[in-house]
């Protein structure tokens, strides 16, 4: 059963070689490829070349499942089951994902949280209003790095800035080398900006905290109020939150763009390496350090602390990574005590079952 009468072909939908390779082995009569467009309450709207269609795991993916991550995600390509007459289809499996935006889960549990999978360009919105803050841009950066997509970060609401250059200027000496662009999502030049990035089946996504505009911006793109938006407070600066879901939108002009609730909470997921990729300026100096694991805090010699006593560095910006490389210290550390619990929980069970089996003799 379809829940629309709007086709696309899988290259629309952003299918690839990639792809098709992976479906192969899963290929039946009766099981098609499709891409997931939007999850609420565990029953999934995925878009296929027959069709929109609503979907719920099945029971085998159920089992194998042992964390969030291995659910669907919005962006996910997965393998369809479809059975004449039946009202819901399958989800038998998750086709790899070449790149995906994770989170730590708010809270106090130690899981992986996917925002969106398969994505070709993540925008880093930040608002020009009360919103900014380089800090928290830096940790976006971090995020976006990691997540294989390429990272741009998008600076919206302009017009309520005094000085744009400046803004600007200040976000490229963080930015790593990820284009950063100024726009006012209300106005023509914004939505170019944003239409650059697409083609024919390559996804975008958006995210930032809630109000930068972004349901604005896919309005824009997409021609039509697909998105509700809110209405600006007395002062002009802070937009109501209005997306509450994260949602996959096949734009009339070519592309794809995913559209994210406001992330309140950005917990880093498994850092690794794109600390050095969102802080390079760092990563260079401490190759000067005297120590090869310097943690530039107490140690003597250390050529990143020496750049910031010389004004080379600012030592905020020291800051910021010393604060997210804690950060993902704690996580691994987490990460480690999880593990050893879960050797311990499997070793218990082991231990039972060999106490219940029939002793020989």
Request: with cysteine; proline share 4%; net charge positive.
């Amino acid at each position: 059963m379809t829940t629309g009468t709007r086709t696309w072909s899988l290259a629309e939908l952003g299918w690839s070689d990639r792809f098709a390779s992976a479906f192969q082995p899963l290929a039946r009569p009766n099981v098609i490829p499709g891409r997931v467009a939007l999850e609420h309450k565990h029953i999934y709207r995925v878009f296929t070349e027959h069709g929109e269609r609503l979907a719920r795991t099945a029971g085998r993916l159920r089992y194998r499942a042992s964390a969030p991550v291995e659910y669907p995600a919005v962006g996910d390509w997965v393998a369809l089951r479809v059975n004449p007459g039946e009202v819901r289809s399958s989800i038998l499996h998750i086709l790899p994902r070449f790149s995906r935006f994770s989170r730590k889960m708010p809270g106090e549990l130690t899981q992986e949280q996917v925002v969106a999978a398969n994505i070709d360009t993540v925008f880093l919105a930040m608002g020009l209003d009360a919103d900014y803050n380089l800090r928290r841009i830096e940790r976006y950066l971090v995020t976006g790095w990691k997540s294989g997509a390429q990272p741009v970060v998008l600076l919206t609401k302009a017009d309520l800035c005094d000085d744009v250059e400046a803004r600007v200027r200040e976000v490229e000496a963080v930015s790593a080398g990820a284009p950063v662009h100024a726009t006012t999502a209300m106005s023509e030049g914004g939505v170019d900006i944003v239409r650059q990035y697409l083609q024919p089946g390559h996804t975008v996504a958006i995210l930032g905290s809630s109000g930068v505009g972004k349901s604005t911006l896919i309005n824009r793109l997409a021609g039509k109020e697909l998105l509700r938006t809110g209405d600006l407070t007395a002062d002009r600066r802070r937009g109501r939150h209005t997306t509450t879901h994260r949602e996959l939108i096949v734009l009339p002009g070519g592309g794809l763009i995913i559209d994210t609730p406001g992330l309140r909470e950005l917990q880093l997921w498994e850092a690794g390496d794109s600390l050095g990729s969102a802080f390079p300026d760092i990563a260079s100096l401490a190759e000067g350090c005297h120590f090869a694991d310097c943690a530039h805090l107490t140690e003597p010699r250390c050529a990143v602390r020496r750049a910031v006593e010389e004004g080379r560095l600012a030592a905020d910006r020291l800051e910021s990574y010393l604060k997210l490389q804690a950060e993902a210290r704690r996580f691994d550390e987490k990460q480690d005590e999880l593990a050893i619990l879960e050797k311990k929980r499997k070793a218990k069970i082991m231990g039972r079952l060999i106490k219940r089996m029939p002793k020989k003799g």
